[in-house]
């Protein structure tokens, strides 16, 4: 997934605990592939806490990998 405005919407919807874990794991995963969206990130104090929620930092590589063959699987 590398649509920036999805993944702005998805992060919004996460705010509101609207999200999906399906969307949760496609904004991992564009945080992952997106440099532009993790600095952007990293300048929000309410998409920090977000990513936080998200778990980012404590997925571990391999379930990184996973999850973007995945996700390339239902492109
Ligand atoms: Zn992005």
Redesign the pocket.
Known sequence: M?N?KK?ELICTKIQYKEATILEKIQIRI?LIL?R??RIFVKKNSKLTSLCDQANLKALPAEEKEKMKKILSERQ
């Open positions: 590398r920036c993944a564009h997106c532009t969206c």
